[in-house]
């Protein structure tokens, strides 16, 4: 069984003057045990498909199954089994840390001091443990709402971009920790992000999202070769290079006097592609690698 299962999801949002769609013809499985990542550009309708599987809102149309109930009708079963944890901070900003995790597992009926303390030292937040929400720094405030993503022993956990904001190396940090909880727990992790590097390191599964609709889903290397492109070769040239057709090159990108050819194999196209350029003009630098996430992701949000 997997963990979530969408049929033919449409959501729209709709208001007395206006009718925006959200998420069109949204097919989707989702693996148990297993890291998933939702991609898309901004508004492409990642947090309303993270809602509408977390039943905190409810889809125009389609079904939705979560850990095999269903969204609209079986909620109350979803809720006791899942959380969700999103980069707007919105815990009970007069309560300390200890406070507001007690607080949200009496919430769900757990009473269990120990299994605070805790998560308290699981996501290293022993120093803040008395300091109020509102007094904490960005990272710890993260911190703060990751650990109570985890508060139910849930089976399955929503992240919508959890290091958004934070340093690089808090947010190294985080990502490490979702994943040594993941793998810890043999629980399942549907997050969001922006950082390519996140989705790369954490996901072993992608879906693509763009205007509402699925455009890519797989793991990472089969969303490279869905794409045919395996290599990145960038030229700088001193002249001005016009729009070449060469073979194996499936997209050109002009980047001032630099220009990127993403190719099925660069031992196979560099000679004939930098023997063209040169016709044109002087090579300054020429470097070869291999096509990473970002490079896919900015093919698809197209
Ligand atoms: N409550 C709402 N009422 C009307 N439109 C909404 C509402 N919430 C979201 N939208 C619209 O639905 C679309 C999808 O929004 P959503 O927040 O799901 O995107 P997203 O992929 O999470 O974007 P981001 O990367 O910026 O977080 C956007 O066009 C957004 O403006
Ligand atoms: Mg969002």
Known sequence: MHSVECEDVWMIYRSLFSEKVALKEVNLKIPRNKIYGILGPNGAGKTTLISLMATLLR?????????????????????????IASGNPNLIWSLTVYENLRYYSL????NDR????????????EEFRDVEFNKLSTGSKQKLILARAFVNNPELV????????LDPPVARRLREKIRFLQ????????????????AEMLCDRITFINRGKIVAEGTKEELKRLLKMRDKITIEIEGIVPDLRLEGVFAVERDGNQLS??????EA??????KEVARFGRIKNISVKEVDLEDVFNELAK
């Open 261 to 266: 050819f993403y190719v099925d194999s660069a």
């Open 107 to 110: 919430l769900y009926g757990i």
């Open 269 to 274: 196209r560099l000679w004939e592609i930098a």
């Open 59 to 83: 889809q125009t149309r389609g079904r939705i199954e979560v850990l095999g109930y269903d969204t609209i009708s079986e909620f109350r079963e979803i809720r006791k089994r899942i959380n």
């Open 114 to 125: 120990k299994a605070v303390e805790e998560l308290i030292k699981e996501f290293e937040l």
């Open 158 to 165: 929503f992240l919508d971009e959890p290091t958004k904001g």
């Open 183 to 198: 793998k810890d727990l043999g629980i399942t992790i549907v997050l969001t992000t922006h950082y390519m590097s996140e």
